[in-house]
């Protein structure tokens, strides 16, 4: 087995995606700042020129990393977890602002985004301590370890503003899941989720018909035994309780500018200016791709600035109005292609560590386009997280190629594994 | 492994879903946007939003009785969008506009540089009977528009100073303030410039569905992701637009200026700076090519000496002495010193009077050495341990004046002007001077600098019988509930007893009506006038002559300082002129037409 070359061993197709979507996204960011007077694509003054740059230092990164020892990712999780505690917390002193949030820290020119190492090193550490043979899942001082590790880089991220980062950290939940962990917990979440969105919603009054009508459904298909009954009562209770304490919260704790910003994002009052405005052009601009697009370059909508952030986090408008539905669908297979094949790669892992590190990641990326291309799209609220691999940004597409060529070593090395 | 470990594996199928499910609601959803729903398309695909900033009208400036100074008028400008405008036949279009090839070139690349993508202002402020033309022939030409935008006009040509203008914002302030676009206007100078927040309003948006053939076509959505304009505010001007006038008028042919003040409120009556020229001049296109003329112009018109020109005050400055002398104790109302007339010493007198003289008799016949030896007695009082000391009692209460400062308020640029300190003396004089050495503080000569604004306050001061108001153009804003900025109500009190400030007065008002006194010939009927002349050296040419006064007396309405450059004695020129600007103030009009003949004949020519 050792004969074959490393290179030789790496999956094939999971490396073809990767290069897709890095091509893709620097297509996009050309056509999205496309000017007339730079039209060369390796113009280094240009984005789509720093990108280009910064794809070929990822792959001279990436291929470093298949060249380091497979245990050393291992080994070192806790370490590089560390450091990423560190960094959150040396952002919180020294970070610079970047649109609202203290998020960034500046070398010179290069400005770096702790938070995108945050995900890497709990990915890492969450993989490490989980993968250990005496940790046993089923303890509950495992779990709550399992999630003191997820949660601290999460409030740390809270605390300089970026509530778009931190979101990101939720989607480890899943990763827990995996591992036989959090399976009420995460359906309690997503209950506790859709009731609070429905709360503010509509008003507190018709969730709770619902939920009287629900439970008299419930009470009407399952075996009414006494437990049954009184179980059934208690969660009406503890649901019709939350509902109350988040419609009292909303009005009375929240102040009133707090109160129109929540507004805004659940659509009850119209932005003209901010948010709202934003994503409504955002929306155009791929609602006028149609089925086939207007061709590549020839996208108008998203010439027109209309949107602050249209290189990052709005690069999929442009694959919207340019491509159309096909550009779309496209990509949204490519993606899903991509984090299938890692929880399909990460369920043939002889090491729990490799394993739960590949669901980690493909949960990741799952989050983050789910979410990027859902805010494009009115799904989910405006919140400034990158789409992988193909928004504008040095520090994002290195951390993700990071993110992604570890696994790709882990899973090349998986014979090496007793 | 002994340990029973679960087999969670399973639980693949339901992550792997999740993945799934997700990406087909997004697929759903994008079908709905981008193929079924055509509202996101508008009416065909090459179709585009145009957003057309909506300026907002800028705030109106009235003066004190509600006279427009200025208002608004539309003009055109046409805007490009680079990237749009492809196929122009070039010559037809420069004919149209009728601008030269050149032109159209460097203006194209102008705008391609600012972006490609963003609309700019390709002309600026073509008029309304261009516009009608041009706009017919327009939809030859994509990626061209229309922007309506106001120019500033100017229905009295007055006060071009204290109005100041507006002009296109420069790179510096569109990166100051991110609210200004390339091509907008911003307030350079005046008023324009202090109230820019409250005059400009806030921009709002239209935005329109453009056609392939340059078409507007409809409101995007109704109109529904518009924004209004919030227009500016309007500002009421403390100024008095006849008195101004008048002023102006008889300053011109004359370089100096007059401040006139509102005592009981520090409002500005009127601000003259002489040479001057009509607001008109700077707006529209003509401003760059007019604003450079005025700039060269060796007269310098742009200047607003009244805020800006330093004067040594002369005599005008005596009862800024005779009142600290008075407050320290050393002389009184009636102590008398003698006057050699042509032979005192150190400094003679210019003017011939009984000899010794009191206060009133000193301010009336200007007595240099009254001033002198009340000054050198102060510098060496007893009660001051030595003359630093003293000097300090001195420095301290001249600049309770506003002298020495520049002032805090709606008047930009004010000049502080000079009060020499003591480390400035002990410097130049290697620490040993005394009274002698600084003698010409005395009359107001010397290192002393003050402007006519500074002049015009310290009448007022007096006037008030010892405070002042931060001198202050506006009087109010006129359609909101805003009040002013409240340090313009804030009373300045200067430390020195009212009583002196009474015998003072009493002195000023023997400058217009004793027998020597010398404003004697500017005396008005039934308005008690208190002055005092003063003529500045001026070692480069002929003296200034200089004039403070404030009428009535005993509640005075208005406070003035008259500065006429280089055309000799206080007497003769700047104290008709002020008394002239008092009689129109207060009575409205002027009964002396001869007294208005003679200041008239003093033009640039004579001097």
């Known amino acids: 087995m050792r004969s074959k070359g490393i290179i030789g061993k790496i999956d094939i197709w999971l490396l073809i995606i990767y290069l897709a979507l890095v091509v893709v996204g620097i297509l996009s960011i050309y056509a999205a700042a496309f000017n007339e007077s730079h039209p060369d694509i390796y113009d280094l003054t240009q984005n789509y020129g720093k990108q280009l740059l910064f794809f070929g230092i990822s792959l001279v990164i990436g291929f470093i990393t298949l060249l380091i020892d497979a245990k050393f990712f291992n080994a070192f999780a806790y370490v590089l977890y560390g450091l990423s505690l560190f960094s959150l917390l040396l952002v919180l002193v020294i970070g610079s602002k970047i649109s609202g949030s203290t998020s960034w820290i500046q070398f010179g020119s290069f400005s770096f985004q702790p938070s995108e190492l945050a995900k890497f090193g709990t990915a890492l550490a969450l993989a490490h301590f989980l993968g250990k043979i005496d940790t046993d899942p089923s303890k509950f001082k495992t779990q709550l370890i399992a999630y003191g590790i997820v949660f601290v880089p999460m409030l740390l991220i809270l605390a300089q503003g970026d509530a778009g980062s931190a979101s990101v950290f939720i989607i480890f939940l899943l990763v827990l899941y995996r591992e036989g962990m959090g399976g009420k917990i995460l359906i309690i979440g997503i209950v506790a989720a859709t009731l609070f969105i429905l709360s503010l919603c509509v008003s507190k009054w018709h969730v709770m018909i619902g939920l009287v009508m629900l439970f008299a459904i419930f009470l009407f298909i399952i075996e009414r035994t006494k437990k049954n009954v009184w179980l059934l009562t208690g969660i009406l209770i503890a649901a019709c309780a939350f509902v109350f304490s988040v419609d009292f919260a909303f009005n009375h704790v929240l102040k009133p500018h707090q109160q129109t910003r929540i507004n805004i994002i659940l659509g009850k009052e119209k932005d003209t200016k901010g948010v709202g405005y934003n994503l409504n052009q955002s929306m155009i601009a791929i609602g006028s791709g149609g089925f086939s697009g207007k061709g590549y370059l020839n996208g108008t909508m998203t010439k027109y600035n209309f949107v602050p952030e249209q290189h990052t986090d709005f690069i999929f408008c442009t694959i919207g109005e340019e491509n159309g539905f096909l550009g779309c669908f496209a990509v949204i297979m490519l993606y899903l292609a991509l984090v299938l094949r890692i929880i399909h790669l990460a369920e043939r892992q002889r090491s729990t560590f490799s394993r739960i590190y590949g669901y980690g990641i493909a949960c990741i990326f799952f989050f983050h386009f789910a979410i990027n291309i859902g805010m494009t799209i009115g ?20 951390m993700f190629s990071m993110m992604l060529f570890v696994f790709l070593k882990q899973d090349a090395n998986r014979m090496n594994i007793l | 492994m002994i340990k029973n470990k679960i087999n969670y594996s399973q639980r693949k199928y339901v992550i792997g879903s999740i993945f799934i499910l997700v990406s087909v609601i997004l697929l759903i959803k994008l079908f709905i946007i981008q193929i079924v729903d055509d509202s996101y398309k508008q009416s065909s695909d090459n179709t585009t939003l145009r957003y057309i900033t909506q300026y907002p009208s800028r705030g109106k400036v009235y003066d004190r009785d509600g006279r427009l100074l200025i208002y608004n008028d539309a003009v055109y400008d046409l805007m490009i969008i680079p990237s749009q405008a492809k196929n122009i036949d070039t010559a037809s279009f420069c004919k149209l506009l009728n601008i030269s090839n050149n032109t159209y070139n460097t203006c194209l690349k102008k705008a391609k540089k600012y972006s490609m993508v963003t609309p700019s202002i390709f002309l600026s402020q073509i008029t309304k009977d261009e516009y009608g033309h041009i706009a ?30 507006i002009g296109e914002v420069t790179k510096g302030e569109m990166d100051k303030d991110s609210y200004y676009k390339l091509g907008d206007y911003i307030g350079k100078s005046g008023i324009e410039k202090y109230y820019e927040k409250e005059l400009r309003g806030e921009k709002g948006m239209k935005i329109l569905v453009v056609d392939v053939h340059n078409r507007e076509k409809e409101r995007f959505m109704d109109g529904e992701y518009d924004t209004a304009p919030i227009h500016g505010t309007d500002i009421i001007l403390g100024l008095d637009a006849d008195l101004q006038a008048y002023g102006e008028y008889l300053m011109a042919g004359k370089t100096g200026s007059i401040v006139a003040i509102e005592p009981s409120t520090g409002q500005i009556l009127a601000m003259v700076s002489s040479p001057s020229y009509d607001p008109n001049e700077l707006v529209g296109r003509k401003r760059g090519t007019r604003y450079s003329e005025l700039l060269n112009d060796p007269d310098k018109p742009l200047i607003n000496r009244a805020i ?38 150190p400094i003679k007198c210019t003017h011939f009077h009984s000899s010794p003289v009191k206060l009133y008799d000193a301010i009336e016949n200007s007595c240099n050495p009254y001033f002198w030896r009340a000054f050198q007695d102060m510098m060496s009082a007893p009660r001051f341990k030595n003359p630093k000391e003293a000097y300090m009692f001195w420095y301290n209460h001249v600049t309770s ?8 308020s709606d008047i930009p640029f004010t000049v502080s002007g000079n009060i020499p300190t003591k480390e400035f003396y002990d410097k130049t004089y290697n620490g040993s001077w005394n009274a002698m050495t600084i003698r010409s503080l005395s009359i107001g000569q010397g290192e002393i600098l003050v402007t006519p604004l500074q002049l015009a306050n310290v009448a007022a001061a007096i006037g008030n019988e010892g405070y002042y108001y931060e001198p202050h153009y506006i009087k109010s804003f006129a359609n909101t509930d805003k009040s002013i900025d409240s340090s313009f109500l804030e009373k300045h009190i200067i430390d020195i007893n009212k009583r002196h400030f009474k015998d003072v007065k009493k002195g000023m008002r023997s400058v217009f009506e004793g027998d020597h ?11 008690t006038v208190a002055g005092k002349t003063g003529t500045a050296e001026n070692p480069h040419g002929e003296d200034h002559s200089i004039f403070m006064a404030f009428a009535p007396v005993d509640n005075p309405q208005i406070a003035i300082a008259v500065v006429v450059e280089n055309a000799g004695f206080g007497s003769t020129w700047a104290a008709p002129i002020a008394s002239l600007m008092i009689e129109k103030y207060i009575r409205g009009y002027v009964k002396r037409p001869n007294v208005e003949k003679r200041v008239l004949t003093l033009n640039s020519d004579e001097q």
Do not use: W
């Open chain 2, 308 to 345: 800006s020109g330093v004067y040594p005050p002369g005599s005008t400055f005596k009862m800024v002495n005779g009142l600290i002398s008075l407050q320290s104790g050393v002389v009184t109302a009636y102590t008398a010193y003698p006057c050699n007339g042509p032979e005192s010493t």
């Open chain 2, 517 to 527: 006194g010398t404003a004697r010939f500017s005396k008005i009927d039934s308005i």
């Open chain 1, 379 to 398: 799904l989910v609220p405006v919140i400034g997280i990158p789409l992988p691999f193909l928004s504008y940004g040095g520090s994002s597409l290195l």
């Open chain 2, 136 to 165: 017919e022939m327009l939809y030859h030409y994509p990626g061209f528009y229309f922007q309506t935008r106001s120019v500033r006009q100017y229905p009295l040509p007055i006060a071009a100073h204290t109005l100041g203008n």
């Open chain 2, 401 to 408: 004046f506003g002298l020495g400062r520049s002032f805090a």
